[in-house]
């Protein structure tokens, strides 16, 4: 089993920044792959950072240049910093762990930005 705990969330102006931290606890493999999603009321759930069996992050058009994700394995914590922030990136920030043929999820971070 994995926990899967997302932090640093909170109301930002547009044009700001937030950096969303994922710390990971349990049996983690070592070729767990990390990903963000989000969330908006009325809408599914949707990817915004997802790394590659290959290692690579792809990120979601919307937020590419803005939004960088990465991780620290000795610490089991997993990034998005968020720049640049725009009206339309608010909502629930998923943090997702994959391995095997298991997935994990957190609880989601709220991010609202306001003009």
């Known amino acids: 089993q994995v926990q899967l705990v997302e932090s640093g969330g909170g109301p930002v102006q547009a044009g700001g920044s937030v950096r969303l931290s994922c710390t990971a606890s349990?049996?983690?493999?070592?070729?767990?792959?990390m990903a963000w999603y989000r969330q908006v009321p009325g809408k599914s759930r949707e990817w915004v950072a997802i790394?590659?069996?290959?290692?690579?992050?792809n990120y979601v058009d919307s937020v590419k240049g803005r939004f960088t994700a990465s991780r620290d394995k000795a610490k089991n914590t997993a990034f998005l910093q968020m720049n640049n922030l725009k009206l339309e990136d608010s909502g629930v920030y998923f943090c997702?762990?994959?391995?095997?043929?298991?997935?994990?999820w957190g609880q989601g971070t709220q991010v609202t930005v306001s003009s």
């Open positions: 349990g049996n983690i493999h070592d070729d767990s792959r």
């Open positions: 997702r762990l994959i391995q095997s043929d298991e997935v994990y």
């Open positions: 790394t590659t069996g290959g290692g690579n992050i």
